[in-house]
């Protein structure tokens, strides 16, 4: 247990400085050519940039790129092994990120909570019973017409608060921290370019979400291009001459199985999932990720995607299709099952933080998925925020300060352990 003082501390920095930084929009754009994808992401990263410097932390650089390093020496007498905490300031593009006004539902008394600013809009424990939990805690919310961008300036705030805390209370022992704040998450862009030379050994990502979450194990991803090339006809006379591209284009994916959708699947069940389709008679392009735990299947998905591209194409005399397919990050699990150390010592961490540990699989990934096949094994931790990607997107204030206290105790294992 960490003394009252600094638990307060944890407490107050983390919260005040998550409220700050959700202010900025910097949602990130898959569109874009430009690294960061959007000038506020730049906005932020330099307000964290002197932060870090007014903290006396070492080697601070924010790169044209929009990684931001730091480094935090080591305490006297910590273990020499460098740790890297990594968390992403981008937001997803998913919903607009732009004046958002976070809500705070004091005392919440476990009755849904209403959106100032979107009437129809309802957060209730009918459909998120994990609020219950929370019952007598602050809720943070946003108002209604945009995300609250816990993912991941939770993450980021979280980060900050447990350096501060160990530049407050020296006392607090800890390995050389090698920071590192990255861009373009949201977009598969987050460690495009990241100098690996400037992180740790080890690393940990703040980008989980319940309390308590632990996380050594990811999807296996890829992302999916479809391009329709048809023919435009006059539909007075297109009867056996138009090959409406669009329109076959709808059909392709409504003949994929609609059981491995998002909406149908849960635990370890991989998907389809459509984030785009858009186009023409001529022309139109359908975009889909990809998702499962297991290789193989991700494969059988794709062969399918490979099947039905030729089934359209004898279906459609004239009609052609080009399929794209990509991996976008592997399951982590594959390297960080060789270093069984790194969960252990954030299971050991939650413990003293008073936090039930929840080892999960992600349904999803993280920076730390792709880091872990660069070289550097890292696990996910929780920051503490739900909905992610949506408009009811919420937060307990307590899960800033958990998350915070995860880190310190996580620091002092390291440091005396190595």
Not at 80 to 101: I, K, M, N, Q, W
Not at 340 to 350: F, I, W, Y
Not at 376 to 401: V, Y
């Amino acid at each position: 247990m960490l003394a009252p003082e600094i638990s307060e501390f944890l407490q107050k920095d983390a919260l005040a400085r998550f409220l700050r930084y959700v202010a900025v929009d910097t949602r990130s754009d898959e569109e874009s050519t430009t690294h960061p994808s959007t000038p506020g992401q730049l906005v932020l990263a330099r307000i964290l940039e002197e932060e870090l410097k007014t903290l006396g932390l070492r080697d601070v650089e924010l790169t044209c790129r929009g990684f931001l390093y730091a480094v935090l020496p080591a305490s006297e007498k910590a273990g020499a092994v460098p740790l890297t905490f990594c968390a992403h300031v981008d937001t997803s593009p998913s919903e607009s990120g732009a004046g958002v006004e976070p809500v705070l539902h004091e005392n919440y008394d476990g009755e849904p909570i209403r959106f100032p600013k979107n009437s129809e809009l309802v957060l209730a424990p009918a459909e998120e019973p994990d609020l219950l939990a929370f019952r007598g805690d602050t809720v943070i919310t946003a108002s209604g017409d945009t995300l609250l961008g816990a993912d991941d300036k939770a993450g980021v705030a979280e980060i900050m608060a447990a350096l501060a805390a160990m530049v407050q209370f020296p006392q607090l022992a800890h390995p050389e921290l090698r920071i590192v704040f990255t861009p373009d998450e949201e977009i598969g862009r987050g460690t495009d370019g990241i100098d690996l030379n400037r992180l740790g050994k080890y690393g940990y990502t703040m980008d989980g979400g319940m309390v308590g979450e632990l996380e050594d194990e990811c999807f296996n991803a890829h992302k999916a291009v479809l391009v329709f090339k048809g023919r435009n006809i006059h539909p007075g006379y297109a009867k056996n001459k138009m090959i409406n591209a669009i329109a076959i284009a709808a059909r392709f994916i409504a003949s994929l199985p609609e059981a491995e959708t998002p909406e149908h699947t849960e635990k370890r069940e991989g998907f389809f999932h459509l984030l785009d389709l858009r186009g023409d008679e001529n022309e139109a392009k359908a975009v889909l990720i990809v998702r499962d735990f297991e290789a193989g299947e991700n494969a059988r998905r794709i062969e399918l995607l490979r099947r039905q591209t030729g089934a359209f194409e004898v279906r459609y005399p004239g009609l052609q299709v080009v399929l794209t397919a990509t991996e976008q990050y592997r399951n982590m699990n594959e390297v960080l099952a060789r270093h069984p150390a790194l969960v252990e010592k954030a299971r050991r961490a939650m413990g003293e933080a008073g936090i039930q540990v929840l080892r999960k699989a992600i349904r999803g990934g993280t920076d730390g998925a792709r880091l872990c096949f660069m070289g550097m094994p890292t696990p996910n931790l929780f920051a503490g925020g739900l909905r992610f990607h949506s408009k009811s997107e919420w937060i307990p204030a307590s899960a800033l300060r958990k998350a915070s206290e995860t880190i310190v105790h996580l620091c002092r294992l390291w440091a005396e352990e190595g």
